[in-house]
């Protein structure tokens, strides 16, 4: 089985990392900024206002275009607020994105419709999702198509995205999705269920679209069971070396992972229950874990993807995952179930390293039948190189240098 093929690859969550290093991949084709009634509310630059003339809340449906790409929002009853900017978007080089959006209930479907694009085409939609006011642990769950008011069982389910309040840096995700016959990509949101402590909202602020990079393979592991490694074709076995082991690497190609757990009493364990043999398996700690990665190429840019996620237990467990303290993803959730809750395993982030190692950390957070969290696999691709990488669109390059400054001091 290829890895490309699965349906949990389509939903790979780009950490807010990508805001900087998309700009060495392919401009964006379009950007577009969900506006509460500019210009009281302004739109971000560079970036397409799309706004519902009149707030009505009513059935409707409104859209804008931008370099022939049209985005048209649809929504029952979902409106649109704008919280100004203060707290965690204070002097954020995107405030004006993330100051205001559209929202929906759980019972309620925020419907997009991207068209103008090229058919049968691989893409990837940088969205984000906040309110910097309310509405903490709040997390929404995003389909294709154009009903959100699914089960997260279903074929269509793509991920689950938190939209924390008070970190703007965990505000967008990546879904890498495939364009229609006739060029159209259909996405829909609602809030997420099954969640505790949290009235359930999707937020989005807007989003960007660009083409899907060429990718080359650099180290695929999979984080195995102790004793009985059920290794995913392609991938590399990374299984603590005896019980009691709380370190382990893995090499392919000049590049060497280490994971380094904090729990001592044989940390894996094997589900056995997707049919597969990936996140079947993983590594586990109770509040920390950490993911070294060694002889990277300084200045090319990378995309890593992880896989964090119990299959059997563990519902409603979160863990926050970072790199040099920036957060990559707030709470991520460890969905219990295996078949298409696949895809909220997996998220990823975009990185161009100034120095040849980084180390990614998980912590446990949000406790619900377990202080613990998860490790199954880690995949580290190479950007290939576009031969008209000089043309670029300088958007967000604040968050670019910034971003690179913290990377270098990793
Ligand atoms: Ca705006
Ligand atoms: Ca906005
Ligand atoms: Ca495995
Ligand atoms: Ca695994």
Redesign the pocket.
């Known amino acids: 089985m290829q890895l490309v093929n699965r349906p949990f690859v389509t939903a790979l969550l780009l950490t807010s990392i990508a805001n900087s290093s998309a700009l060495s991949i392919s401009s964006p084709l379009a950007q577009f ?4 009634n ?1 210009p009281a ?4 630059g560079g ?1 397409q ?1 799309v706004v519902d003339a009149d707030n009505s809340g009513s059935t409707t449906t409104f859209s804008a275009t931008q370099n022939g790409v049209t985005l048209a929002v649809t929504g029952p009853n979902n409106q649109d607020r ?1 919280r100004g900017v203060a707290g965690p978007i204070s002097g954020h080089p995107q405030a ?6 559209r929202f929906a209930t759980q019972s309620q479907t925020l419907a997009l419709e991207i068209s103008g694009l090229k058919p049968n085409t691989s893409y990837q939609i940088q969205m984000y999702g906040l309110d910097r006011q309310f509405n903490a642990n709040a997390h929404a769950a995003w389909f294709t198509g154009t009903d959100a008011l699914l089960s997260t069982d279903d074929p269509a389910f793509l991920t689950t995205h938190q939209n924390r309040n008070d970190n703007a840096s965990g505000a967008d995700f990546l879904l890498t999705v495939t364009s229609s016959a006739t060029g159209t990509i259909e996405l829909a949101g609602r809030g997420a269920g099954g969640i505790p402590s949290a009235a359930q909202f999707a937020f989005l ?2 989003l960007e679209i660009r083409q899907t990079p060429l990718l080359d393979n650099v180290i695929r592991v999979d984080a195995d069971h102790f004793g009985a490694p059920q290794t995913e074709p392609g991938f590399e076995s990374l299984t603590l070396s005896a019980a009691g082991s709380t370190t382990g690497s893995v090499t392919s190609n000049g590049v060497t992972v280490t994971v380094t757990t904090d729990r001592t009493d044989t940390p894996t364990r094997d589900r056995n229950n997707t049919g597969e043999s990936l996140v079947d398996d993983f590594i586990f700690a109770n509040d920390e874990l950490d993911i070294t990665v060694d002889g990277l190429t300084v200045g090319r840019e990378y995309l890593v993807t992880i896989w964090s996620q119990d299959t059997l237990f563990n519902d409603g467990d979160q863990s926050q995952w970072l790199l040099d303290n920036e957060i990559l993803e707030t709470n991520h959730f460890n969905f219990q179930n295996g078949g298409n809750n696949l895809a909220a395993t997996a998220f990823s982030f975009y990185l161009t390293p100034t120095a040849p190692s980084f180390t990614i950390s998980a912590r446990d957070v949000a406790n619900r039948s377990g202080d613990v969290l998860f490790f199954n696999g880690i995949q580290i691709q190479q950007v290939v190189p576009e031969p008209m990488t000089s043309v670029m669109v300088v958007v967000g390059a604040a968050g670019l240098l910034r971003r690179r400054r913290r990377t270098a001091a990793v």
């Open positions: 900024d969900l506006d509460f500019p509310s302004p739109t971000q970036f206002s704008d004006s994105l993330l100051r205001d959006f602020n807007g």
